[in-house]
């Protein structure tokens, strides 16, 4: 293998952990965002609170989401340059 060039192994590895991370982040944005979605529905907020919490669940979910998706990608990037 030449010193530089990645093998179909390696870019394949690549891509199921792009989808590992993106997967994985739109569905805890999505929980997130569930939580505040049912905290509105089970006590009943209704007007400006109701869409104040559900921007914020939006805005909290979407934080987790981008938290996670990198997380998972700075992980897999570490192990791969330790050889792993």
């Not at 934080?63 to 997380?71: E, I, K, P, Q, S």
């Amino acid at each position: 293998m030449d010193m530089g060039r990645e093998s179909r192994w390696e870019k394949d590895a690549m891509t199921v952990e792009i989808v590992f991370a993106l997967v994985t982040a739109i569905v805890l944005a999505a929980a997130v965002f569930a939580v505040a979605l049912t905290l509105v529905l089970a006590f009943g907020i209704s007007g400006a609170a109701r869409k104040d919490a559900l921007v914020a669940g939006a805005l909290l979910g979407t934080a987790a989401g981008v938290w996670r998706l990198v997380r998972v990608l700075l992980r897999f990037d570490q192990q791969r340059r330790m050889g792993r």
